[in-house]
């Protein structure tokens, strides 16, 4: 793993610095690069498919590129709060710009129906009706991983144990991005899913995550020690007071990490009002159609007295 020597910065966190090995930068370069090709195909054979789509997906591939492929990787190694920011992208941040690209109904627009595609195709219908997919995609099972994502993460000692090892904390990320995609899957995908989610599901999960940041940004504000020891022992060249970085990265859980939830939020609501007021106006239609039909029936009963 490579360590910066320069003390941290805004131009070292963005600088162009890679890993050894950059195993999240070549998967965001791979996703980007299928996702553009079924686009490609979907437009060279006349369909259409959202550019706005293709521009959110690909907009999160490059933050995947940036958070894991720049120096903040680098820094992460050893700083608490450059981790814990890298953790709310990959959960936060990433996921949901992917997820609104509406990868799966690319995947089954722009795969061929014969050859490998076929293959890839019964794969992906299978994935979607299996029992897995649905316990996955469950509140009662992606709330716990959030849970312990932060707070049994760092205060159980685990993170510590596994941020010490290259394998650990590559582990770590990718574990990040999968829980996040989760997450961000029942509440803003347009993909078809195993299970829709009820808006009082959506609105209970978006809650408890709320809460589940804010314990734990109030957790590393208010302790005095540091809480993970692998991040006590910083560089002496970067000058940090591991206290002081706790504290920032308690802040980033409570207001990064609390931002993008409470955009969620207010999206789940007004996807709702719209539901229920589109819902209101045809039933509205079908009973104004039922009394105009019961008028006419009146009034030919009428005509005939």
């Known amino acids: 793993m490579w360590t910066p020597s320069l003390p941290p910065s805004i131009d070292q966190f963005l600088a162009p610095n890679l890993q050894p090995i950059p195993v999240l930068p070549i998967i965001g ?3 980007a690069g299928l996702y553009l090709a079924g686009a490609i195909r979907l437009w060279a054979l006349g369909r259409r498919w959202s550019v706005i789509r293709t521009v959110s997906f690909l907009t999160g591939c490059a933050l995947l590129l940036v958070v894991t492929g720049a120096g903040l990787e680098g820094y992460g190694l050893r700083m608490f709060s450059v981790f814990v920011f890298q953790q709310l992208s990959l959960m936060m941040i990433i996921p949901p710009l992917l997820v609104l690209g509406s990868p799966g109904t690319l995947l089954l627009r722009a795969t061929p129906h014969q050859g490998p595609g ?3 195709l019964r ?3 299978a994935g979607l009706r299996s029992r897995a997919a649905r316990v996955a995609l469950h509140p009662a099972f992606v709330v ?3 849970l312990f994502s932060f707070v049994g993460l760092y205060l159980s000692g685990a993170a510590s144990a596994l941020l010490a090892t290259w394998t650990g904390h590559i582990g770590l990320e990718i574990a990040f991005l999968a829980v996040g995609i989760l997450s961000a899957t029942p509440l803003m995908s347009a993909d078809p899913l195993p299970r829709p989610t009820s808006y009082i599901g959506r609105l209970f999960e978006v809650f408890l995550e709320m809460q589940i940041h804010a314990a734990f940004g109030l957790v590393m504000i208010l302790t005095l ?4 020891s692998f991040f006590a022992d910083a560089p002496t060249a970067w000058e940090i007071d591991p206290v002081q970085d706790q504290a920032l ?3 980033l859980a409570w207001t990064y990490g609390e931002l993008p939830l409470l955009i969620v939020l207010i999206v789940t609501l007004a996807r709702w009002q719209r539901r229920d007021t589109v819902r209101a106006a ?3 239609a079908r009973d104004d159609a039922d009394l105009d039909a019961y ?3 009146l009034n030919r009963l009428g005509e005939r007295s």
């Open 29 to 31: 370069l791979i996703l």
């Open 295 to 297: 008028n006419e029936y």
């Open 225 to 228: 020690s540091p809480v993970v």
């Open 249 to 251: 990265a308690g802040a």
């Open 118 to 120: 076929r293959t890839v």
């Open 123 to 125: 794969v992906a219908h």
């Open 282 to 284: 045809r039933t509205q």
């Open 144 to 146: 716990p991983l959030v």
